[in-house]
């Protein structure tokens, strides 16, 4: 099983950006996708963007398309999310998530303890 660490959250403006970084532990197939998942007060949950371990792949919600970038560093089993632009319904809970098959939750997905995001306008 993978264990996933976030950090990075905070409080920002509006415009602004902020780094938020998961590192894994545990197994990791280089075939599956590791992701960010946010889920903003009285929302469900939703996809924020994904990537594959072993390849180039990356996949984003359209409503982050432009802003946000997700890449990853192999040797430190640690992925990034910049993001830039920064709105206030941005504002939420950001959870990292693995193994994922490109965007979807699958069985043995496993969840960080979530890190908050707060965009103030």
């Known amino acids: 099983q993978v264990q996933l660490v976030e950090s990075g959250g905070g409080l920002v403006q509006a415009g602004g950006s902020l780094r938020l970084s998961c590192t894994a532990s545990g197994r990791t197939s280089s075939s599956s996708a590791v992701g960010w998942f946010r889920r903003a007060p009285g929302k469900e949950r939703e996809f924020v963007a994904s990537?594959?371990?072993?390849?180039?792949?990356?996949y984003y919600a359209d409503s982050v398309k432009g802003r946000f970038t997700i890449s990853r560093d192999n040797a430190k089993n640690t992925v990034y999310l910049q993001m830039n632009s920064l709105k206030p319904e941005d504002t939420a809970v950001y959870y990292c998530a693995a193994p994922l098959v490109k965007t979807i939750v699958v069985g043995p997905t496993r969840w960080g303890q979530g890190t908050q995001v707060t965009v103030s306008s």
């Open positions: 990537i594959t371990w072993g390849g180039d792949s990356t």
